[in-house]
């Protein structure tokens, strides 16, 4: 079973910031949040990691509060090929990914 | 660009004969793994070889095998297709045990 919880699904208009959050209550010491991207027919992307705090890159913005039990994905300016499924995953292993279910994100104009 | 490669993209087997798929990478990544994707479902790992290490998971059907003769390739066998198997094949890769994994484009198998 997946650790983490996160909206089955979310719209969004071109241009408008997303943020996809996350909800790992649980979360163990030693684990880290993971997100991946899918888009349809392709395999996942790796898009960011982060332990704590912010963790920023050319594709997205994760932020982990301090009690680390949540974390939210910010996607700037989306467009509509930012459409995927996104996945949040908690764990320190590549050994065990466990995808869950993702979020589906559908962007229009 | 370094690269994982999977071949072919798309498979069709009939029920019950052998199919196998294949997976290339130039990442010269020690680790690679093998998913399953079944329609609107999250890719679910089969296993996956530290170097020449095999590591089976433990709900992974006996039907499925794997081979990694070398670094840079590695094989999914399915010895007796059914339908349930009908799925998208995934190989990942990564470096010793990253949760940074570099997914190949995957093989879409249909079983008839």
């Known amino acids: 079973l997946a650790k983490t919880t996160q909206p089955i699904s979310m719209d969004s208009y071109e241009g408008q910031e997303v943020n996809i959050t996350c909800s790992h209550n649980?979360?163990?010491?030693?684990?880290?949040i993971t997100w991946y991207q899918q888009f349809p027919s392709q395999g996942p992307r790796f898009i960011i990691q982060?332990?704590?705090t912010k963790v920023k890159n050319e594709v997205a913005s994760l932020f982990i509060p301090a009690d680390r039990k949540s974390s939210t994905l910010s996607l700037p300016r989306v467009s509509l090929s930012d459409t995927a499924v996104y996945y949040c995953?908690?764990?320190?292993?590549?050994?065990?990914?466990?995808f869950g279910k993702g979020t589906s994100l559908l962007v229009t104009p | 660009d370094a690269m994982v490669i999977q071949n072919p993209r798309y498979q069709v087997t009939q029920f019950g004969k052998p199919v196998t798929l294949s997976c290339s990478q130039t990442?010269?990544?020690?680790?690679m793994y093998w998913y399953q994707q079944k329609s609107s479902q999250a890719p679910k790992l089969l296993f996956h070889?530290?170097?020449?290490?095999?590591?089976n998971e433990a709900d992974t059907p006996d039907n499925f095998q794997s081979r990694r003769p070398n670094t840079s390739f590695c094989f999914l066998d399915i010895r007796s297709p059914g339908l349930g198997d009908a799925a998208m094949y995934l190989c990942?890769?990564?470096?010793?045990?990253?949760?940074?994994?570099?997914f190949g484009p995957g093989t879409r198998l249909t079983v008839l």
């Open positions: 990942a890769t990564s470096r010793d045990s990253s949760m940074e994994q570099f």
């Open positions: 649980n979360i163990a010491t030693n684990d880290y």
């Open positions: 982060g332990y704590k």
């Open positions: 995953l908690e764990g320190n292993s590549g050994y065990a990914l466990n």
């Open positions: 990442l010269n990544h020690n680790v």
């Open positions: 070889y530290y170097d020449k290490d095999f590591n």
